[in-house]
């Protein structure tokens, strides 16, 4: 069975960093499509980063493009969402996504196959 874990979460700073991880396990991490999505209070699940399966080419929302950095690492099957520079406005669950095609369907998440727990993200003031 495919299972994602996140970690890594917690209480930071404005200005400060986190780094988020998602173990996958059910699936080998260089045949699948990664990603992060989050959810704040009262709000939709909006796309934040992905990754493609077969390649370094990666695809930010235009609200995290120069401080968050999406990775993986096929050998420990993880992927990583390195947060820098970090607002309020990031406060947010973040969720990790696999996908079987090439890339995440960010369009239609609806249609992910796979989801993690969620991780809670807090930036203060």
């Known amino acids: 069975q495919v299972q994602l874990v996140e970690s890594g979460g917690g209480l930071v700073q404005a200005g400060g960093s986190l780094r988020l991880s998602c173990a996958l396990s059910?699936?080998?991490?260089?045949?699948?499509?990664m990603g992060w999505f989050r959810q704040a209070p009262g709000k939709e699940r909006e796309f934040v980063a992905t990754?493609?399966?077969?390649?370094?080419?990666?695809y930010y929302a235009d609200s995290v493009k120069g401080r968050f950095t999406i990775s993986r690492d096929n050998a420990k099957n993880t992927v990583y969402l390195q947060m820098n520079s970090l607002k309020p406005e990031d406060t947010a669950v973040y969720y990790c996504?696999?996908?079987?095609?090439?890339?995440?369907?960010?369009?239609?998440?609806?249609?992910?196959?796979?989801w993690g727990q969620g991780t809670q993200v807090t930036v203060s003031s």
């Open positions: 990754i493609e399966r077969s390649a370094d080419i990666t």
């Open positions: 996504a696999a996908d079987f095609g090439f890339r995440v369907r960010t369009s239609i998440p609806n249609q992910i196959p796979y």
């Open positions: 059910g699936r080998t991490l260089s045949s699948t499509a």
